[in-house]
Each structure stands twice: as structure tokens, then as C-alpha cells.
């Protein structure tokens, strides 16, 4: 598969002012996906999309290029899917023309280069499948049979006929803040992800996304912990 990884960065954060350059453990947020991606050997060609030029010297300097985009795909309700196709067209122009696009959020700067590799193994061996999306467990207490409903000073259920013993309690899955995308170039006039669309499960750690400054501080940590870790087995 020719593969186009696409990084989607544009400057107006609401919760974190440019929170895409946020400093988190010592380097720019954007940083950790460019690295992750530089580092994947099946994608071919690695763009940043933004229309921040703070944003844009971040990726040239971490050695990607950018994608100029413009203002109207750069809007708080902008739909992903305009954003991605504007990218993968653009490198069309410039003589790269991929089959597939995988779309990394900079939001997920603890994802690993292998999972980058394995989703990609994945959708190989599914040529029929439209797209991917990386999953994680949902926490047992985080479930649909966990909902409450409010009533003034009075919660219930939000659901009726739910196991409630830990381990009768059903297994739910949920997206994992856009971490791994992957997308058939044909269906980017539509989606981003649908149509027939494969799983790629991804642990906890790795599917942290940060949405606000209590996520950076826990990613934050995290990072230097996982940084520490990776130091001591070289010693050792």
C-alpha cells in the first residue's frame, strides 16, 4: 500500500492555547506524533495540516512537511473528513499519490511507532475493509450500565436490566481520540472512518488524548515515566 500519514494541526485550541506546540515533557506536543510516524517504515510521505505558522515551523523543524490549509477547513465545527481529503489532495499535486491515508492526531503523543506498523499489517489483510480505528476497552466503570440519571438530589439508573457484578458486566469498546486512522483515499469524500471498518485494539497508556491541561499534566508524567524506563533498560 502507497500510504500518506496526515497529522491535522491547526492553531485554535480552546482548551489549551496552541495546544498542538504545548510543551509536554521538554518538546512540542506535535513532536511525539512526527517522531512516532518518521519512525513507521510503511508510511511513504508525512504532512502536517495547519494554518498556524508557529505550527508549521514546528514540523518543518521535526522534518515534515506542511500543508497550507485554509481558514474555511480551519473553523471550530470543521469536519475531519474536508481537512484529510484537502491534505491527500495536495500531495496529489505534488506527485505523491497514495491509496491510503492514515490520519494521527496530535493529541495521542504516547502511541508507538509498532502500532503504527501493526494497524497498518491489519488493513493489509483486509483489502475489502473501508477503514480503521483504534479502539481501547472502556473501563468497567465507565460502562452504559454505570450511567446515572439526575433527578434534583436524586440519581437512578439511566438503563434498566444491566448487570451490575464486575465480572458479568459486557465488554464495550470505544474510539480512542482518532490515535490511528486509516482510510481508503477513495472514501475521503465521505469519511474519515466508515463503511466496513476494522478495530485495531490499543492499550491504555498508549491511548491517552489530551484535551485539556489535566490531560497534558497526565500525559506529561507518563512520558517522563516511560522516558525513564527506556533509559534504565539501556543501562542495564
Known sequence: MKVLAVIPARGGSKGVPLKNIAQIAGRPLLEWTIDVALACPG??????????????????????????????????????????????????????????????????????????????????????????VSVQCVPHQFGPEMLMKLSGPWAAPALSNYPLRRQDKPVHWARNGAAIYLTRAVNLHAFVWGGKTLAFEMDKISSIDIDDLDDLKIAEALLDLVRRTHEKASKD
Open 43 to 132: 508510511i511513504g510521505k508525512i504532512v502536517v495540516t495547519t494554518d498556524h505558522p508557529a505550527i508549521a515551523e514546528c514540523a518543518n523543524k521535526a522534518g515534515v512537511e506542511t500543508v497550507n490549509r485554509p481558514a474555511e477547513l480551519a473553523e471550530d465545527n470543521t469536519p475531519t473528513a474536508p481537512v484529510i481529503r484537502h491534505a491527500w489532495e495536495q500531495a496529489c499535486k505534488a506527485g505523491f499519490k497514495a491509496d491510503v491515508v492514515m490520519t494521527l492526531q496530535p493529541t495521542s503523543p504516547l502511541r508507538r511507532s509498532d502500532q503504527l506498523t501493526q494497524a497498518l499489517e491489519l488493513f493489509s489483510r483486509y483489502p475489502e475493509a473501508d477503514s480503521l
